[in-house]
């Protein structure tokens, strides 16, 4: 079993930045390829950006490329999501996902992923 625990969520002036992380146990991280979700109020949930395990390819929605990056420390089992000039309708919560994959395969739906984190916070204020 893996657990994920997402933090670095909050409150930003629109065109700011955040960083959000997400510390994983259990298995050996770099076992498991990775994604990041968010969920507004009202709305369903949506992916935001993916990496395989090693951290060699990644994937983003075209809601936030190139304002977002995703990246991971296997050695610290922790994977990232630096959120640059932000803006009101990111607000949401994001949680982190997992499921296992030794290869270069990214993964996009929800419905793929075994392991979820249980959210972080995120408001943008305009």
């Known amino acids: 079993q893996v657990q994920l625990v997402e933090s670095g969520g909050g409150l930003v002036q629109a065109g700011g930045s955040l960083r959000l992380s997400c510390a994983a146990s259990?298995?050996?991280?770099?076992?498991?390829?990775m994604g990041w979700f968010r969920q507004a109020p009202g709305k369903e949930r949506e992916f935001v950006a993916a990496?395989?395990?090693?951290?060699?390819?990644?994937y983003y929605a075209d809601s936030v490329k190139g304002r977002f990056t995703c990246s991971r420390d296997n050695a610290k089992n922790t994977m990232y999501l630096q959120m640059n000039s932000l803006k009101p309708e990111d607000t949401a919560v994001y949680y982190c996902?997992?499921?296992?994959?030794?290869?270069?395969?990214?993964?996009?739906?929800?419905?793929?992923?075994?392991?979820w984190g249980q959210g972080t916070q995120v408001t943008v204020s305009s």
């Open positions: 996902a997992a499921t296992f994959s030794r290869g270069r395969t990214l993964y996009l739906r929800h419905s793929e992923y075994q392991y």
């Open positions: 259990g298995h050996t991280f770099s076992n498991y390829a």
């Open positions: 990496i395989t395990w090693s951290g060699d390819r990644t």
